[in-house]
């Protein structure tokens, strides 16, 4: 007997297509995704970073069906249920291994973000290890931030939410992008064990004041001295807005990697070689910013203007206002549009909304059928920021009630 599946919502291009997954498999609505890169003479269809997101949605998930055209323009997405990390399905031991290949050039935050947002959902705890050549811990020049900015700037949005235990981001080996900006070869652990019904109605409408500032320097296959030059750089800039100011210094050697190569089979070299600086700015409300840089594959920056670089981006973040900083309005948007059917709010600054990002995500959470957003100018000392009012729709967790 065959399933009679609804027509499934139609989306174009590979813009927003992790985002429109994700909200796929949340509200459990059919997709399909067509004109993915199909301009491309070279390189069309959907990019290896893409396909190795669809392999850890089918890992986390049970019962989902997915179809790539053979071309790989095309894509038809039917979500399953939420499972996490149980035995006997994906995971081994109670932990999915998922290996990134080495032609990736996205950092591994890429896939952490939007497995942040679903593993709240999940029927069973999340634990997932990213292991393999493609492995990047650092910023990279894609727009990806770091692994140290996901722990310390976007996982603490969660507490808002009431999901607070069982939440940790182990970096197990550090590593940047090669001299072509791909591979890596880190290590990384994501264990999500705080799962809910559904997540709690928030009132973010006050920022407060900076308070604090704390941040990592890393270094990766380089001197140490690297980390004291990016910190004494931020240093200068921070210290006279705000004395409260530490940035602590992480040192490691660069992995070994085992090269491909017909001539030299079994010969390691060193690769993921890098220096960054990540910086997170807390208010006496809990808001949290946060800004990221790292040295660019090819070289040639020193590592003082990696820390003016970052302090300057971190004050320009500040700056847009709000109680949420530009790298975490899409997932307390989203966790606002899943709660319980009650009106959630948050003040978000105009520069911070107004981006296409933010756009795109609330024409496609209305389309999967949550409410459409409120807004209205803010009232007091924050007068260029805007209220968004979000009605939840109650989707929550289905396995919770399967339970």
């Known amino acids: 007997m065959s399933i009679n599946y609804p027509p499934p919502l139609r989306f174009t291009t590979h813009k927003a297509l992790i985002s ?18 199909s301009a491309s003479p070279t390189n069309p269809g959907l990019a290896s970073h ?5 392999r850890l949605l089918e890992a986390v998930t049970n019962g989902s069906v997915i179809e790539i055209s053979y071309t790989g323009t095309a894509l038809i997405y039917r979500p399953g249920l939420i499972t996490g990390s149980v035995s006997g399905t994906s995971a081994s031991g109670g932990v999915i291994h998922h290996e990134l290949a080495a032609g990736c050039n996205r ?19 999340i634990n997932v290890k990213f292991t393999g050549p493609g492995v990047i811990t650092s910023a990279t020049a894609t727009g990806d931030i770091s692994v140290d900015t996901v722990r310390t700037a976007i996982l603490p949005l969660y507490k808002q ?10 970096i ?7 001299s072509d900006g791909r591979g890596g070869a880190g290590e990384v652990q994501f264990m999500f064990g705080h799962q809910v019904r559904l997540p709690k109605t928030i009132h973010l409408l006050n920022s407060g004041r900076i308070k604090r500032v704390r941040g990592v320097a890393y270094c990766i296959g380089v001197s140490a001295s690297n980390n004291a030059r990016m ?27 085992s090269q491909l190569d017909k001539v030299n089979q079994g010969v390691k070299r060193k690769i993921g070689i890098c220096f960054g600086l990540s910086l997170v700015a807390e208010s006496s409300t809990g808001s949290l910013w946060s800004a990221d840089v790292a040295c660019p594959p090819s070289g040639g920056q020193p590592p003082e203007d990696v820390g003016r670089q970052c302090a300057h981006q971190l004050l320009e973040c500040i700056s847009d206002g709000g109680s949420v900083s530009r790298i975490g309005a899409a997932t307390v948007l989203t966790l606002m549009a899943m709660g319980s059917e009650d009106v959630s709010r948050v003040q978000l600054g105009r520069n911070v909304l107004g981006r ?24 007091g000392v924050q007068e260029d920021n805007v209220v968004v009012s979000v009605v939840g729709r109650g989707f929550g967790n289905t396995g919770r009630k399967l339970v």
């Open 231 to 257: 910190i004494d750089a931020a240093r200068s800039i921070l210290n006279p807005i705000i004395a409260d100011t530490y940035i602590f210094s992480d040192v490691s050697s660069a992995p070994f990697y």
């Open 356 to 379: 296409e990002e933010m756009v795109g995500l609330a024409r496609d959470l209305k389309r999967f059928g949550c409410s459409g957003w409120g807004l209205r100018d803010a009232n």
């Open 172 to 178: 197990l080996r550090r590593s940047g992008p090669g």
């Open 50 to 54: 893409e396909i190795s997101f669809l």
């Open 107 to 125: 950092g591994v935050s890429f896939f952490l973000i939007p497995l942040s947002l679903l593993a709240p959902f999940s029927k069973f705890p």
């Open 20 to 37: 429109r997954l994700v909200l796929a498999t949340l509200t459990g609505r059919s997709v399909h995704i067509s004109q993915i890169r």
């Open 161 to 170: 939410f009431a999901i607070t235990n069982n939440i940790e981001l182990r």
